[in-house]
Every structure is written in structure tokens, then in C-alpha cells.
């Protein structure tokens, strides 16, 4: 009984809303572990599980440090992809990163932070995404294509949470990483991979 209260006690401090107790009873548990079911909503406090990303905004090499004043859901705006990714998630599971739900381009460009075309504009010089026949593509400005438009994310090239990712190196190799994840010929035109 005792470590049910510390339990609950520890999850109201840290800011988690709790769904249902699901505390083992004694004998009905050979291990012997307590555990609670946590609820996500949109005034968790996701900072007290996912302490790595936490960190992030204090972290200079880190691109969230360039937006330390935003919160989670500045971002991670997918309420409902959120709240699927945390069902049957219990108090003593390892916080894991998030990649069930996507962080979409209207979270950087419409909310006002970035503009594309100033985007573009900016990079419209940049050869890092140049293939082996010469074709240079600007990161910011890619060539209209379904694939494009399905799979390629600011996030894809933009790893706003790891150590040194504000480095240049680092988002160009991610980039280069995206493209080439279909791409693999290392060749930036379509159909050239089964002739």
C-alpha cells in the first residue's frame, strides 16, 4: 500500500496523468513489480520521461537549442498520434523516442517559424546534395514528385534533439542520408534504378 502512494505521489510531482492502478497484489505477482498506467494528454509533462530530449534545448550543439523557448507541442502537435503512441504505456517502461507520430512541415513553415521560399532562397548555392552525374539539388527546394511530397519532412533532414546537430556536418550527412534512402544509385533522377 505504501508503495502505491510513493507511486502515485511521484507521478502527480512529475506531472503525468494517471489512468488506472494496475498495482500488483502480493501474491498474485511473483515478481513483485508495481506498476501504474499512464494517460498522455496535452498538460503531461514530457520532460519527466524523456529526460534525453529535455536536455536538448540547454545542449549548445543541439538545433532544439535554437528553440529552447518552444514547448513539446510546438512540434510534436499530433494530439492524437501522441495519445495512441502512449496507450498501455506503464510507469516502468524506458521512455523510447517517438516514432509513431510525425512532426509536420506546417509545425515549422505555417506556424510562422520558417518560410519556405526565404528557405530556398538561402540554399538555392548549396552543392552538398549533388549526385554522381553532377545534378545539384537544393535541400530546401526539391523537384516536385509524389515521394517527395509523401516522405520528405523538414524532421528528415532536421534532427532537432541529438548532440552536435547543430552542425552543419550533421544536417548535411542526414540529408544526403535522406535522399539516398530511395536514391540508392546515388543518381537524383527517377526510373534509373531498374532499367
Known sequence: MIAAVAALAVMFATGCAPRESSLSQGGGN????????????VTSDCES???????????????HAVHASSSCLSCHDDEQGLAKAHEGYEEK?????LKKTDVADESCLASGCHDQTVLAEATAGETVLTDTKGTVV????????????????????????????????????ASKATCLSCHHNEVYECHTCHT
Do not use: F
Open 30 to 41: 511473483e515478481g513483485g513489480d508495481d506498476t501504474l498506467q499512464i494517460s498522455w494528454s
Open 49 to 63: 520521461c524523456h529526460t534525453r530530449e529535455a536536455a536538448a534545448p540547454a545542449d549548445a550543439t543541439s538545433l
Open 93 to 97: 517502461d524506458p521512455a523510447s523516442k
Open 138 to 173: 537544393n535541400p530546401h527546394d526539391l523537384p516536385i514528385h509524389e515521394d517527395h511530397a509523401k516522405g520528405v519532412r523538414c524532421a528528415s533532414c532536421h534532427k532537432m534533439h541529438g548532440e552536435g546537430s547543430i552542425e552543419a556536418d550533421a544536417v548535411y550527412q
